[in-house]
């Protein structure tokens, strides 16, 4: 059965950083193109990063100088890199590869 497991939310005040995971057994990030999304309260769930097996990686314009989303082959594992993180990036944020998705996990931006 394929998994994604994510790590690495929390709280952070304005201006901060974090570092989001997803890791999975087997090589189904080499195969298949990995995306991070949103979803905000109230809102729909909404494309932040993706990154095809050898494409450069494409962001949402509201993340562009940010985020960086970043994989590592040998560990099954793929990054998102949040800087100078802002109120409205608060959301639970989500890896998907194929039909499979994380489980989510909450980023909340807050002084």
């Known amino acids: 059965q394929v998994r994604l497991v994510e790590s690495g939310g929390g709280l952070v005040q304005p201006g901060g950083s974090l570092r989001l995971s997803c890791t999975t057994s087997?090589?189904?990030?080499?195969?298949?193109?990995v995306g991070w999304y949103r979803q905000a309260p109230g809102k729909e769930r909404e494309l932040v990063a993706r990154?095809?097996?050898?494409?450069?990686?494409n962001y949402a314009d509201f993340v562009k100088g940010r985020f960086a989303i970043s994989r590592n082959n040998a560990a099954n594992t793929v990054y998102l890199q949040m800087n100078n993180l802002q109120l409205e990036d608060t959301a639970i944020y989500y890896c998907?590869?194929?039909?499979?998705w994380g489980q989510g996990n909450q980023v909340t931006v807050s002084s």
């Open positions: 990154l095809g097996s050898g494409s450069a990686p």
């Open positions: 087997g090589s189904l990030f080499r195969v298949w193109p």
């Open positions: 998907n590869c194929h039909q499979y």
